[in-house]
């Protein structure tokens, strides 16, 4: 299974903190599954992009403060579900700074939420590398989750 976390926007410099945060978890991942990390200038680049895929279409997640919130184990559970599913691919995207419009919105296969409260793109970013990470070793067993 393949992990992709997209945003809409400029690649990030190495040598911001919260990029050096995201890798080093994407890294982590990599234990797991595939992951990478890529930037689309536009909303239209990141469809054309997934559209375009070959074989099966992977599956959309935009992250969306109006989406749907979960747990760390609730989380790890909806990717265990597509993982046995056979979902090949799945795309975590994070929108521009306005927003996801609700044409976009429709076309995801779900709208996740980190929660409420609005915060840096680039802060959001490592959280849900973080959080996939936690997901990996909730499904495989492995003590880094340990449920506080």
Not at 1 to 6: D, G, N, R, S, V
Not at 37 to 48: E, T, Y
């Amino acid at each position: 299974m393949q992990w992709t976390l997209a945003h809409i926007g400029n690649r990030l410099p190495t040598k911001d903190p919260f990029e050096v945060l995201t890798q080093d978890w994407l890294r982590r991942i990599g234990a797991f599954a595939e992951a990478e990390s890529v930037a689309f200038r536009s909303i239209d680049d990141l469809f054309s992009v997934v559209s375009g895929a070959k074989g099966r279409k992977p599956e959309i997640v935009l992250l969306d403060s109006r989406g749907k919130a979960m747990s760390s184990e609730k989380f790890a559970e909806w990717l265990g579900v597509r993982r046995d599913e056979g979902v090949r691919q799945i795309v975590f995207a994070i929108g521009p700074a306005s927003g996801w419009d609700e044409e976009t919105r429709a076309r995801a296969n779900l709208l996740l939420s980190l929660g409420p409260m609005t915060m840096a793109h680039s802060l959001a970013r490592a959280v849900l590398a973080e959080q996939l990470y936690r997901a990996f070793t909730i499904l495989s067993g492995h003590p880094y989750h340990t449920g506080h």
